[in-house]
């Protein structure tokens, strides 16, 4: 079985940074996209950032120019770097890795269990 553990959440003040951190484990063979995905209390969870496994990005527009995501094959481990927060970016953040094979089989649509983020005035 697989899971995904996200880490590195926490409390900032406007204008800082924090980096999070997605590790999968359980005899991975290889992972292909990635993403970190968020939801904002009363609000529907949206995409962030999403890595393909050869690398490619794309962002929210609402993150572009300060979140940067990244990976680490070798790892399985995916990153989200993010500067200059905002109130706004205050949510749970969840990892997502599309899919995932491994030892025990194929998986799809894996999410961890999500991290708080929240950015004070």
């Known amino acids: 079985q697989v899971r995904l553990v996200e880490s590195g959440g926490g409390l900032v003040q406007a204008g800082g940074s924090l980096r999070l951190s997605c590790a999968a484990s359980g005899s991975i063979f290889s992972i292909n996209a990635m993403g970190w995905y968020r939801q904002a209390p009363g609000k529907q969870r949206e995409l962030v950032a999403a890595i393909t496994g050869g690398g490619s990005t794309n962002y929210a527009d609402s993150v572009k120019g300060r979140f940067t995501i990244s990976r680490d094959n070798a790892k399985n481990t995916a990153y989200l770097q993010m500067n200059s927060l905002k109130p706004e970016d205050t949510a749970v953040y969840y990892c997502?890795?599309?899919?995932?094979?491994?030892?025990?089989?194929?998986?799809?649509?894996?999410w961890g269990q999500g991290t708080q983020v929240t950015v004070s005035p």
């Open positions: 997502k890795a599309d899919k995932i094979r491994s030892a025990s089989g194929y998986y799809a649509g894996i």
